[in-house]
T-cell receptor, first 115, second 108 residues
Framework: DVKVTQSSRYLVKRTGEKVFLECVQDMDHENMFWYRQDPGLGLRLIYFSYDVKMKEKGDIPEGYSVSREKKERFSLILESASTNQTSMYLC??????????????FGDGTRLSIL | DAKTTQPNSMESNEEEPVHLPCNHSTISGTDYIHWYRQLPSQGPEYVIHGLTSNVNNRMASLAIAEDRKSSTLILHRATLRDAAVYYCTPEGAQKLVFGQGTRLTINP
């Protein structure tokens, strides 16, 4: 089975801090994704990567950056954390496929609180 | 993004079949229909996906309408572990968009 591991289940940080969220997958998947999930807003894509050192903006990239130096690892960076970035952050991975024919496999999420 | 409509909640009894509907009338011709489910405090779990034909796997079956504007996820024999929020989402560009989903309650 695919295993997607997020470094922390719960994290509390302060406004203005630089925050790193780490994600590792063990199935040699080409694609990796970062989403945030908020009540009433559903799941929203922040960034995704289809290869090492490649990244593409999702729907809500403002205030975030990403890094993919190795195929198995995809990091989400909050450059200067703000309270409106308090959320559940979900990492996912998938095989590279044509169109939407590859399921995504999710980690258990990081619940991030910015005080 | 294609818009989906699902009932907010559904309830069923253990060991009975469950049919979860989803309307996706604006789906494009190349989008696959994916279903995921999410238990409290966990990440979403892939259930099944399909394009035009009905699909079966060990977890569920997916029935897709001929015009592809709706689909139904079928759990053949619900268990208590199937209680979750179920999301359907068209996916064509490797981006998932979850709406509010259907909260499924299973009664013992």
């Amino acid at each position: 089975d695919v295993k997607v591991t997020q470094s922390s289940r719960y994290l509390v940080k302060r406004t203005g801090e630089k925050v790193f969220l780490e994600c590792v997958q063990d199935m040699d998947h080409e694609n990796m994704f970062w989403y945030r999930q908020d009540p009433g807003l559903g799941l929203r894509l922040i960034y995704f990567s289809y290869d090492v050192k490649m990244k593409e903006k999702g729907d809500i990239p403002e205030g975030y950056s990403v890094s993919r130096e190795k195929k198995e690892r995809f990091s989400l960076i909050l450059e200067s954390a703000s309270t409106n970035q308090t959320s559940m952050y979900l990492c996912a991975s998938s095989l590279r496929g044509f169109g939407g024919n590859q399921p995504q496999h999710f980690g258990d999420g990081t619940r991030l609180s910015i005080l | 993004d294609a818009k989906t409509t699902q009932p907010n909640s559904m309830e069923s009894n253990e060991e009975e079949p469950v049919h979860l509907p989803c309307n996706h009338s604006t789906i494009s011709g190349t989008d696959y229909i994916h279903w995921y489910r999410q238990l409290p405090s966990q990440g979403p779990e892939y259930v099944i996906h399909g394009l035009t034909s009905n699909v079966n796997n060990r977890m569920a079956s997916l029935a897709i309408a001929e015009d592809r504007k709706s689909s139904t996820l079928i759990l053949h024999r619900a268990t208590l572990r199937d209680a979750a929020v179920y999301y359907c989402t068209p996916e064509g560009a490797q981006k998932l968009v979850f709406g509010q989903g259907t909260r499924l309650t299973i009664n013992p």
